[in-house]
């Protein structure tokens, strides 16, 4: 099929390079003129494993072709997704001023090659219910195109999105035109697996989808965070009740690992738009409120553990902070825990020393000259008071241990993921800190400072 993808940001990139992939003719639209010409230069501008590799390929033999211009674009295309921004208003409501226009610029396009077939605009955007059939009803009066509207969410993790999108687990499509429905089975045939997994609903019910998932998620992360504090107060191991609750098969293993907080570009904000959405039903969700509520404390309670622990006011301790992006495997920093970490620190008066293996150039963004960056895990804990872990990058876990403590003023580690070795830490001298697990206390061997 002749596919357009309008912007190629994360989600357009992903997508446009996996449908290329499976044999589609694809043509990405970009108007930001220095990510044009990244991608047209055959680079790729996001880092996503595996995304590169494949881009280059498809890009390589002409099955994915970016440009500027909408309307070549769309000349002979069959489906176009917009994936395009649809950022929260201050009241909390949805700004559809991009998607809007994306859409109109679209239908304008088809409008004046006279295409005299039926084009299927696909929203990728994750939008509040409502927002799909607006989108049509607007279109249609705005322009004489041939066009049906689908919602088509994605459900893409950030370090796994290709693999995500090359082998869905299901495929969800709201709209109302079965003409519509059958184009976009067309599209998917080759990553249907079961037809069961194919889901044709109403526009609402696919927008509420989205939301409902993510927020379900960002629950289950939510109550084993806080879980950890009981963990904490009663010496449980929170790792022991993952799996005992895990193996249950009414519960599942998927998203119940305890740490210092999720962050990303979709939990922290399809959760607030799902309060938003609840209260213009006017219906107040307790439940969703909580699970924001959750989040934020466990940040906080980071940080106030890392002040408790080290037994003195943060205020001149220098903290070293390993891990920038909200996971590993992307250099996204957007929600990320350490942004929050990071401030509380510094608002409490600590040096920070930071180091990712992704996020580096986007958190200094954020940060600046208020933070020394190092090149290195072992650079940024030299002369540190204590490390405090908050990305899960495997990398830390294989660091040499001894060297670090050897160089640190106190040889602390609060490993915010629960990802390092218990032993290791216990044989390398550290008094270690994991998030409601049992803590590794060997006798503090504290430096005089110079």
């Not at 069959?78 to 226009?101: H, I, R, Y």
């Not at 519960?251 to 959760?271: E, M």
């Not at 959405?277 to 980071?302: D, M, P, W, Y």
């Not at 540190?384 to 060297?403: C, G, H, I, M, S």
Request: with cysteine.
């Amino acid at each position: 099929m002749d596919v357009t993808v309008i912007g190629c940001g994360y989600v357009g990139l992903v997508t446009g390079t996996c449908l290329a992939a499976i044999g589609h003719t694809v043509r990405g639209v970009e108007k930001d003129p220095a990510k044009l010409k990244t991608l047209q230069d055959g680079h790729c501008p996001i880092f996503e494993p595996g995304l590169q590799e494949l881009m280059q390929e498809n890009y390589a033999s002409g099955q994915l072709q970016f440009t500027g211009d909408v309307k070549s674009a769309v000349k002979d295309a069959e489906v176009v997704f917009l994936c395009v921004g649809t950022p929260p208003k201050a009241d909390g409501t949805v700004d559809m001023s991009f998607l809007e226009g994306a859409g109109k610029e679209v239908c304008d396009a088809l409008a004046a090659n006279n295409n005299e077939y039926m084009v299927t605009i696909i929203v990728k955007s994750t939008v509040p219910p409502g927002t799909n059939r607006r989108l049509y009803n607007f279109l249609r009066e705005q322009t004489k195109a041939h066009v049906q509207v689908v919602s088509n969410p994605e459900f893409l993790k950030e370090g796994t999105a290709v693999d995500d999108c090359l082998r869905p687990d299901r495929i969800v499509i709201g709209g109302e035109s079965p003409e519509a429905f059958r184009m976009m089975r067309r599209l998917y045939d080759p990553l249907v697996k079961r037809e069961e997994n194919f889901m044709t609903m109403n526009w609402e019910s696919a927008e509420l989808t989205k939301y409902a998932a993510n927020s379900m998620l960002a629950a289950r992360i939510s109550f084993m965070n806080e879980m950890t504090i009981l963990c904490e107060h009663y010496g449980a191991d929170i790792e022991d009740i993952r799996k005992g609750i895990g193996s249950d098969n009414r519960i599942g293993p998927a998203f119940l690992k305890a740490g210092c907080g999720y962050g990303g570009s979709c939990f922290p904000k399809d959760v607030a738009a799902m309060e938003h959405i609840s209260k213009a039903a006017g219906h107040e969700s307790l439940f969703v409120h909580a699970v924001q509520t959750v989040n934020k404390n466990q940040k906080k309670r980071f940080v106030d553990k890392i002040e408790c622990k080290l037994g003195r006011p943060l205020a001149g301790a220098t903290i070293a902070v390993w891990g920038l992006a909200f996971k590993a495997d992307t250099d996204d920093i957007r929600e990320s825990s350490a942004l929050d970490v990071i401030k509380y620190l510094l608002e409490r008066g600590a040096h920070v020393k930071a180091h990712d293996y992704k996020g580096m150039e986007n958190m200094k963004q954020v940060f600046k000259d208020s933070v020394e960056w190092c090149g290195d895990p072992v650079t940024a804990a030299a002369g540190a008071d204590a490390v405090a872990l908050v990305t899960d990058w495997p990398q830390y876990t294989t660091l040499p241990f001894r060297k670090i403590s050897a160089t640190m003023n106190t040889p602390i580690i609060f490993d915010g993921r629960n990802c390092l070795h218990r032993d290791v830490m216990r044989e390398s001298g550290f008094q270690y800190y994991p998030m409601g697990r049992p803590a590794v206390e060997n006798k503090l061997r504290l430096k005089t400072r110079a």
